[in-house]
Structures are given as structure tokens and as C-alpha cells.
């Protein structure tokens, strides 16, 4: 006889909460690994840069301690600490408990954000063995924990707070920490990589110029221990020092800012370039900060506009004639190094983990 199994109403589950982010992490941050675990960072980190982005902040610093905890702070404004409408909690417990929750849906708020879908500082909290918020605003000091646990009956509990946010004392700071311990029950490490950190912090002061980040690693006993960034040119910078081991073939690199669009309709365009010596093409885009290491949409047409540009030159120049066919946009990339920075308010990424662009608005901006 078959062997047959009843498939019932029962038989659907139905996860809420922060519930569904410890079943399937992979869907909120990639992997359980090392890059899942570094994402874990980059979120709470891209919170703290668009403060910095929105003109709110002007220090981001990242410190990780021997005991592979985390800690992230700016002197933005400090994630709001009063009792939500609807939830009836405070607005910290709110961003940190809640899916889809967040000032990044407002325009109000955030005119340009890396946070798009809501979800960051929450898959935090569902997937760290504890994260503790620290809030300073208005000369008070507020502080919340929450902590994921076991129960007796081997049921998982993700993102709890211990007790609700608590005046805790008198501050002249304002801004916002947040510790977090990445939960061993769930990477496969939670030992970050100190200069992978390190990079995007530097990555991070080059598209934010006159914003300083500081980076210490506790676990570390030499002099690389703490390291500070600041970059007053930005993307000129960048390009410099991406360039810097190469022999550029003209000293200057080429610099475009612009803005399409007004209000939340708006997007702003940098771009730096400079051609050296070399045969390959390196362009490094981002949308809000964020890298599109996939590309996307505002890189392909930064592609499309330098080769237009280009060949419009060649033939008013003479280069070209009428009857010649133009130049492939291969010949004018040979040798290129390009960082192109888009800010936008509305951004299409594909998933959560945001590596490739899909606004089609941002090809010809």
C-alpha cells in the first residue's frame, strides 16, 4: 500500500515576527558565513551613515571587542525614543523588533538612505546572541537590551527585550550606540575580519568627505589597533588612491556632480575618474554608499554616456570621419578608474543583501 501523508490547514506555519529571520537567515543577510556575518555589521553601520549622509552626523566609529561584540556609534540625532501610536512601545524597541520598520520609509526622515527595506536592525537583533541600544538626545540617556535565548522546552526566541527603553541617566552626547553579539548558535564564525572592516570604513570616508570614521579592534595589540579616516576631497580622493600604485595619464581626475529630478524625485551624481596605464577598467558604484559590486542600471549608463561622449569628441575633432564607424566603449575604458556615487530616495535593489541597481530612472540621470 502507498504510503500517503495528510496534508491539512495544521500542517501550515505561519512565522512571525523575528521568528522567520532565525529560520531562514540566508534570506535576510545572504549566508551564515563570514559575508553574512560582515553584513550583520554593515547594517547597523549604514544606519549611522545615513545619518552622516543627511547631514545629521559627522563622526561614525566602529569598535569590536576580545569578545567579538560590536559596538557602532554617531552623533546623529538618535533613533527616536518615544511611544509609537499604534505598538504602544518605544520608537528604539519598535526599529529593533519589528520587520519593516523604520524612519527609511519616510522621506521626511531620510532623504537618501541604504536602508531600504526596514529590516536591517531587527535581522540584527533575531540573529545576535544579544544587542544592547544606547540613545542620547536632549541631555537624557536611554538605554534598552534584548537577547535571544532557549526556553526549557528547546523553543529558540530571537530579539527579546529584557525590559522596556529606561532613562538610565544625564548625557552631553547625543547620538546613538548599539553592541551586538553575532550568535555563535548561528554563523559559522563570529570572529569579523578586522581589515575587511577596515576597507569599507575607508570606503565609507571617501564617499562621505569631511565625515570621520574610527575603527578600533580591541582583539589587536599593535599599532594598527585603532585607525581614523577622513577624506575632505571624496571621490577625487578615492580615485587618487585607488590609482596610487599605477601611473596616471594625466594628473587631475575628472570630476562630475549633478542632480536630476527636485524633492523625493531627486537624484544626485558623482562621478571621478582617471585613466593610467594599465589595460583593465575598474568602476566602483554605489547607490546611498552602498556598493553595487553587481552593478546596475546608473553603471551601465555611465558606460553608455562616456562612450556617447567620447565618440561625439572624436568626430568634431576629426578623429573620426563621417564614413568611420564609431569607437566600442572598450577603447575608452581601457585603463579606467571610476567611482560613480548616486543618492536617491527610492531605490530598487535586488534583495535584501542590495548589490546590483535596478531603478531604470538612475541609467540616464
Keep these: 500500500m502507498q504510503n500517503q501523508h495528510n496534508y491539512s490547514v495544521d500542517d501550515i506555519k505561519v512565522m512571525e515576527g523575528l521568528e522567520a529571520v532565525r529560520v531562514r537567515p540566508g534570506m535576510y543577510i545572504g549566508s551564515t558565513g563570514s559575508r553574512g556575518l560582515h553584513h550583520m555589521l554593515w547594517e547597523i553601520v549604514d544606519n549611522a551613515v545615513d545619518e552622516a549622509a543627511n547631514g545629521f552626523a559627522t563622526t561614525v566609529s566602529v569598535t569590536i571587542n576580545r569578545d567579538n561584540s560590536v559596538v557602532v556609534e554617531d552623533n546623529g540625532r538618535g533613533i527616536p525614543v518615544g511611544i509609537h501610536e499604534k505598538l504602544h512601545v518605544s ?15 519616510n522621506n521626511d526622515s531620510y532623504g537618501f538612505s541604504g536602508g ?10 533575531a540573529l545576535s546572541e544579544y544587542v544592547e541600544v544606547e540613545v542620547a538626545t536632549g541631555g537624557k540617556l536611554y538605554s534598552i537590551k534584548f537577547h535571544s535565548y532557549e526556553d526549557s522546552d528547546g523553543n ?20 546613538t550606540r548599539v553592541t551586538f553579539l553575532p550568535d555563535k548558535r548561528v554563523f559559522e564564525t563570529v570572529e569579523m575580519n578586522s581589515e575587511v572592516v577596515a576597507k569599507r570604513l575607508r570606503e565609507l570616508a571617501y564617499l562621505n568627505k569631511g565625515v570621520t570614521f574610527k575603527f578600533t579592534d580591541n582583539r589587536l ?7 581614523e579616516y577622513k577624506y575632505d576631497g571624496g571621490i577625487v580622493d578615492f580615485v587618487c588612491y585607488l590609482n596610487s600604485e599605477k601611473t596616471p595619464l594625466y594628473k587631475e581626475p575628472i570630476y562630475f556632480r549633478g542632480m536630476r529630478g527636485t524633492g523625493k524625485d ?14 583593465t577598467e575598474s568602476i566602483f558604484s554605489y547607490v546611498n554608499n552602498i556598493p553595487t559590486t553587481e552593478g546596475g542600471t546608473h553603471e551601465t549608463g555611465f558606460k553608455s554616456a562616456l562612450t556617447k561622449v567620447m565618440n561625439d569628441y572624436c568626430r568634431r575633432t576629426g578623429i ?3 564614413k568611420d564607424a564609431p569607437l566600442p566603449g572598450e577603447d575608452f575604458r581601457e585603463g579606467l578608474t571610476a567611482v560613480v556615487s548616486l543618492k536617491m530616495s527610492s531605490i530598487q535593489f535586488e534583495g535584501q543583501t542590495k548589490t546590483k541597481l535596478g531603478n531604470t530612472e538612475a541609467r540616464t540621470a
Design 266 to 279: 531627486a537624484i544626485i551624481v558623482e562621478i571621478a575618474m582617471q585613466h593610467n596605464d594599465g589595460y
Design 156 to 175: 529558540m526566541h530571537s530579539g527579546i527585550p529584557v525590559a522596556p527603553l529606561a532613562e538610565v541617566g544625564r548625557t552631553r552626547r547625543q547620538g
Design 221 to 227: 595589540k599593535d599599532e594598527n589597533k585603532s585607525r
Design 320 to 322: 573620426l570621419k563621417e
Design 91 to 105: 520608537g528604539v524597541e519598535v526599529v529593533y523588533t519589528q520587520l519593516h520598520a523604520g524612519g527609511k520609509f
Design 116 to 125: 531600504l527595506h526596514g529590516v536591517g536592525a531587527s535581522v540584527v537583533n
